[in-house]
RNA sequence: GGGGUGGUAGUUAAGUUGGUUAUAACGCCGGCCUGUCACGCCGGAGGCCGCGGGUUCAAGUCCCGUCCAUCCCGCCA
């Protein structure tokens, strides 16, 4: 306990087993309710909120005081601890039996007016205004709570590494730019002129030279730079929970990355994680079209390619020509509620992700199909069809034909955004998988192979002998991601510690030796000195959180979020600086 | 880089086929009120309708551009 605290309790503490104690009070005045004769104000702490009485039981300063009292004042509240009259009582307060008659009130800080109210009517002002001021949108309970769960799952998470051998190690942030990933952002040197450090994408480099430097067992919470467009769910600074274990197997990075996640979900939420099943990429993708499958609701894809091969409908006819596919899913009873309005609406959508269109039907009676469908399915295989998708009488099947490319991400986001639209998600449940055996190489636009993960990913030992032939791309890798509600809130793999499969990869990537040195020298130089066998795993901690919170949006789990063009409204980062500044990094801008 | 939505008092919103002085709620200022709890009642102040052009007798409203916020595609090993 701390021996010099002013306060005696805090707002939120305050209950009937209070009752006749004298206490002393800080906070922020949520109301103020003055009848003339009898004031009230609520005050409000990190904690909760309590009311404040001022009547004929107060002193008169409390009866002066209170009369200048506004939202958004700091108040000392010194009184005592009273029962609330019978029909006083407030059941909609945790505080509500009690109140605090004041003895004396002193104002220790005023407020502007306010640039928006801080109540939790539903109404909230804009994001913009909101961030602007966040030092006041921090106040609001939601936020409150949120930033409370966030301390808390992180100190979970510590809390099991630190249990089972784990050293909490801090790696550089002014770091050195590595090729490939997202773009860096970049420091400029004042020393060495022209030179440059980056901040750092992940630790992922640093994490592995300590696993050669002997710390077997590494976490840091790390922050995060990429230099990207953002999204809901991306900020361009961000936190990862890092981990790296030597002499791994991937059951056992596994086993740990399931200690973390169940330590944070039973800390903040009371119950765990449970048995986590695992799914191949392969079948996520069939099943899903995604590889970060949302395994709250079923409606899963199925492939009709081959029933359909003798089909004449152009769309199908020319897709499978091309050596596309064919696939699509059933909407269980929305016959009836689709209108035109909204299956083009889902067209519009699959468009989005690159399909040409989309071939929706509705069911009826004897497996009677209207609309497009019915033209892509010929009669002789009509109920073979229906057979595959489950699809019966009232139901809405949707096909898409195309590139599988084009197909999957098309149809798997449709899914999901129908069971949203169509509230097929059950509310606060948690349906986790990993999905594993990635491929370890996919093929660019412009014709080379660049890593799905990242280039020190090891390859499943049986697909080494597999490199430069013509079949890479069948090459899975021993990676792992770990997924909850179709976010990926963690990913990793067993790294390659056998610099001669390092070079394979490099060479696979089409990074050439001086690239390999120039870039890499210190890490490949490294592993050549007794690198243990090593693996790991990073969690998206913000994501996590945000699935702990209900958060709808990134920026609500991080104290101090940049805009989605990367500014931060509170401080106007980022700035221009004085052109002194610039000569002394010899920098020049050229706006 | 591309597409969708939004920007009107401090805040949140309304604003009709383009037409008189741009509304309301909350907040703010002043007053009243002895049991309120999103207290209530009376009165008041508060506007570059994001910004810049254009069309028109007339623009918050129509057109073009631009900035900001937000969501999505691309991007994010």
Request: aromatic share 8%; net charge negative; hydrophobic share 40%.
């Amino acid at each position: 306990m701390l021996k010099h605290v002013t306060r005696t309790h805090t707002c939120g503490q305050l209950r009937a087993e209070h009752i006749g104690t004298p206490v002393v009070l800080q906070g922020w005045v949520s109301a103020v309710r003055d009848r003339g004769g009898v004031a009230f104000a609520v005050l409000r702490d990190r904690f909760g909120s309590v009311q404040i009485t001022v009547d004929e039981r107060s002193t008169d300063a409390a009866r002066a005081a209170v009369k200048g009292v506004r939202l958004e004042y700091v108040l000392q509240v010194e009184g005592t601890v009273q029962a609330r009259a019978e029909g006083a009582v407030n059941n909609k307060m945790e505080s509500g039996d009690i109140e605090v008659i004041a003895t004396s009130i002193q104002i220790l800080s005023r407020t502007q007016p306010l640039p928006f109210v801080l109540d939790d009517r539903g109404e909230s002002a804009l994001e913009e205004t909101r961030l602007r001021n966040r030092f006041l949108d921090l106040r609001r309970p939601l936020l409150q709570h949120n930033l409370r769960v966030r301390h808390v799952a992180a100190q979970a998470a510590r809390g099991f590494l630190n249990g089972t051998e784990f050293l909490e190690i801090e790696t550089p942030v002014l770091t050195r730019a590595t090729p490939e990933g997202a773009r860096d952002y970049l420091v400029p040197s004042r020393v060495h002129p022209g030179s440059w450090y980056a901040l750092p994408q992940s630790p992922q480099l640093f994490k592995q030279l300590l696993m050669v430097g002997g710390f077997d067992r590494y976490y840091q919470i790390a922050r995060c730079f990429r230099d990207e467009d953002l999204r809901l769910d991306r900020q361009p600074e961000f936190t990862q929970i890092d981990i790296e274990i030597s002499f791994p197997s991937r059951e056992l990075v596994m086993e740990v990355a399931e200690g973390v996640a169940n330590a944070m979900w039973e800390a903040t939420l009371g119950e765990g994680v449970g048995t986590i099943p695992v799914l191949s990429y392969a079948d996520a993708m069939d099943l899903y079209g995604v590889d970060a499958p949302d395994r709250r609701f079923e409606m899963t894809l199925h492939t009709l390619s081959a029933l359909l091969h003798e089909a004449t409908f152009p769309p199908v006819r020319s897709a499978l020509d091309a050596g596309g596919v064919i696939r699509g899913f059933t909407v269980k009873g929305a016959a009836a509620g689709s209108s035109r309005k909204v299956l083009d609406a889902w067209t519009a959508f699959v468009k989005e992700y690159g399909l040409g269109g989309l071939m929706w039907g509705k069911v009826a009676a004897e497996g009677v199909i209207s609309g497009p469908a019915a033209k892509a399915i010929p009669e002789e295989v009509r109920e073979a069809v229906l057979a595959e998708l489950g699809a019966e009488d009232g139901d809405v099947i949707l096909l898409g034909a195309g590139e599988l490319r084009h197909v999957n991400p098309g149809l798997g986001r449709l899914r999901v955004h129908i069971a949203k639209e169509r509230d097929l998600i059950p509310e606060g449940t948690f349906a986790f998988c990993w999905v594993v055996d990635f491929p370890l190489f996919e093929k660019a636009d412009d014709g080379s192979w660049t890593s799905v993960h990242h280039p020190f990913t090891a390859p499943r030992p049986e697909h080494i002998p597999l490199f430069g032939t013509d079949r890479m791309g069948e090459m899975l890798s021993d990676s792992y991601d770990l997924v909850c509600n179709g976010s990926e809130i963690g990913g990793g793999s067993i790294r390659i510690h056998d610099p001669v499969v390092q070079a394979q990869v490099f060479e696979a990537l089409g990074i050439s030796e001086t690239e390999q040195q120039e870039k890499f020298g210190f890490l490949l130089n490294a592993l050549s000195y007794g690198a243990p066998p090593h693996g790991g795993l990073a969690f998206g901690f913000d994501r996590c959180v945000m699935l702990l919170t209900g958060a709808t949006s990134i920026r609500d789990v991080i104290a101090f979020p940049k805009t989605t063009s990367a500014q931060d409204l509170l401080s106007g980062a980022p700035a221009r600086v004085p052109t002194k500044d610039l000569d002394d990094l010899h920098v020049r801008s050229t706006k």
